[in-house]
């Protein structure tokens, strides 16, 4: 069975944390791969081939919103747009776009559009319950930030693709809901650093540059900024995505993101963020120069995806997953 662009003998949808470690243990003792997912909406790297897919899905319940300290704990399983709407009522906002389940976000860890002051999502998880590959639930992290303690798993877990464990829960810190978020097209974005807007992107079309700033607050502050600098902003957000059958992520040093950008004909930065998007398979030839290319989607099977490899990656993925079980497309 095709799901996303992994090719399944089995698909499981578990409605407990019992059946998942279930399913992790049988893995083992069957020798069988596993890969987990939400959605499948965010698919990054080369079609896999897996003994068992295992779905989030249905592990999608909020556990807990805390007004008063500003974190949430929900299940894996619930999806981005479901967590909005509820803790919307409470005057909280999570500032991250994504169009999947919180375990694909932080798995994924893509950057945010809000890329300034909130570039990406490992920034915001708390803590979290996870499975590792031997079939162990492991609780790591708190509800306050302050924390400090122990190994920091769910951070390690943070970009991995499902690669190291499985999320079963996770706590997010969230914001107070901006009155407005709202964005302007200008030509020169650093000049408005000082302002602290929430995000700076810039996209290029045929070697024309835009740049979006995008700020969230007081209405009447955002207004304020309209009128002194004469600019003209719109309430939401831009409408702005990249389509094309070759999709690459270049990581760059924070501040040189419209640069590498210009070396394209179309693609998008997020500036703070240290990352650029294009659709040009030619950007895999910065490897040369020392940049890391991942080849977020189109990779084919003799590609390297991801274009780098870290021996501390390795020791970590022998202690939580030793059987080596979960797959994922890394290098």
């Given at each position: ?289 020392g940049y890391t290319v991942i080849i977020e ?35």
């Amino acid at each position: 069975m095709l799901i996303h662009n992994a090719d399944c003998k089995e698909i499981y949808y578990p409605s407990s944390y019992e059946e998942v470690v279930n399913l992790i243990r049988k893995a083992n003792e069957q020798k069988l791969t596993v890969h987990p997912f939400g959605l499948g909406t965010n698919h990054i790297g080369k079609q896999l081939f897996a003994d068992v897919c295992i779905s989030m899905s249905k592990l999608n319940k909020i556990i807990e919103i805390s007004k008063s300290d500003l974190y949430v704990v929900a299940q894996a399983g619930v999806s981005v747009d479901m967590l909005e709407e509820a803790i919307k009522s409470e005057g909280l906002f999570l500032p991250f776009t994504y169009s999947g389940t919180l375990g694909g976000l932080a798995s994924t860890n893509k950057p945010s559009i809000f890329s300034l002051l909130y570039p990406y999502p490992k920034d915001f998880i708390l803590g979290a319950k996870i499975v590792t590959g031997n079939g162990e639930i492991i609780r790591s992290g708190s509800k306050t930030t302050k924390f400090s303690s122990g190994y920091k798993i769910w951070k390690v877990l943070s970009g991995a693709l499902g690669s190291l464990g499985i999320y079963l829960e996770l706590i997010f810190r969230l914001i107070p809901k901006p009155e407005m978020i709202a964005y302007a097209e200008v030509e020169d974005p650093f000049r408005y650093i000082s302002l602290r807007p929430w995000g700076i992107l810039s996209t290029v079309n045929s070697a024309k540059i835009t740049n979006y700033l995008i700020f969230g607050g007081f209405a009447n502050f955002i207004k304020k900024v309209s009128e002194e600098y004469s600019i003209n902003f719109s309430e939401g957000l831009p409408k702005i995505d990249l389509e094309c059958e070759k999709i690459l992520g270049i990581i760059t040093a924070r501040g040189e993101e419209i640069e590498v950008l210009r070396l394209f004909q179309k693609g998008i930065a997020y500036v703070g963020a240290g990352y650029v998007r294009v659709c040009d398979p030619n950007a895999l030839k910065l490897r040369d120069k020392g940049y890391t290319v991942i080849i977020e989607k189109g990779c084919q099977d003799d590609e390297k995806c991801f274009g780098f490899s870290y021996s501390t990656f390795k020791l970590i993925k022998s202690a939580l997953d030793p059987n080596n079980i979960f797959i994922a497309g890394l290098d």
